[in-house]
């Protein structure tokens, strides 16, 4: 219940934030003779390369362990792979 409870609190903080920062921008954009451009307020995000095989590899056999696999077994499959 404490734990419902706190996420509750960090939601409702978050929304408050959330509208606080659009009033301030929205009475500090309205003062301004000329809008900067819309892109220009948004985050920028950038789209990450392909994935290397051997990351993927690592993260299939971490998925292995963390699901309960058996780590003899996983070592078998590596030796078989040429990775070991």
Same mark, same amino acid.
Do not use: N
């Given at each position: 219940?404490?734990?419902?409870?706190?996420?509750?609190?960090?939601?409702?903080?978050?929304?408050?934030?959330?509208?606080?920062?659009?009033?301030?921008h929205f009475a500090a954009l309205s003062r301004q003779p000329k809008l900067p451009? *819309? =892109?220009?307020?948004?985050a920028k995000q950038e789209t990450p390369g392909p994935q290397p095989v051997e990351? !993927?590899?690592?993260?299939?056999?971490?998925?292995? *362990? =963390?699901?309960?696999?058996?780590?003899?077994?996983?070592?078998?499959?590596?030796?078989?792979?040429? !990775?070991?």
């Amino acid at each position: 219940m404490v734990a419902r409870l706190e996420g509750a609190r960090r939601r409702l903080t978050a929304e408050q934030d959330g509208r606080a920062w659009l009033a301030w921008h929205f009475a500090a954009l309205s003062r301004q003779p000329k809008l900067p451009d *819309l =892109a220009s307020m948004f985050a920028k995000q950038e789209t990450p390369g392909p994935q290397p095989v051997e990351v !993927q590899e690592i993260t299939v056999d971490q998925l292995f *362990l =963390a699901w309960g696999g058996d780590p003899v077994q996983l070592a078998q499959a590596r030796e078989k792979r040429g !990775q070991l």
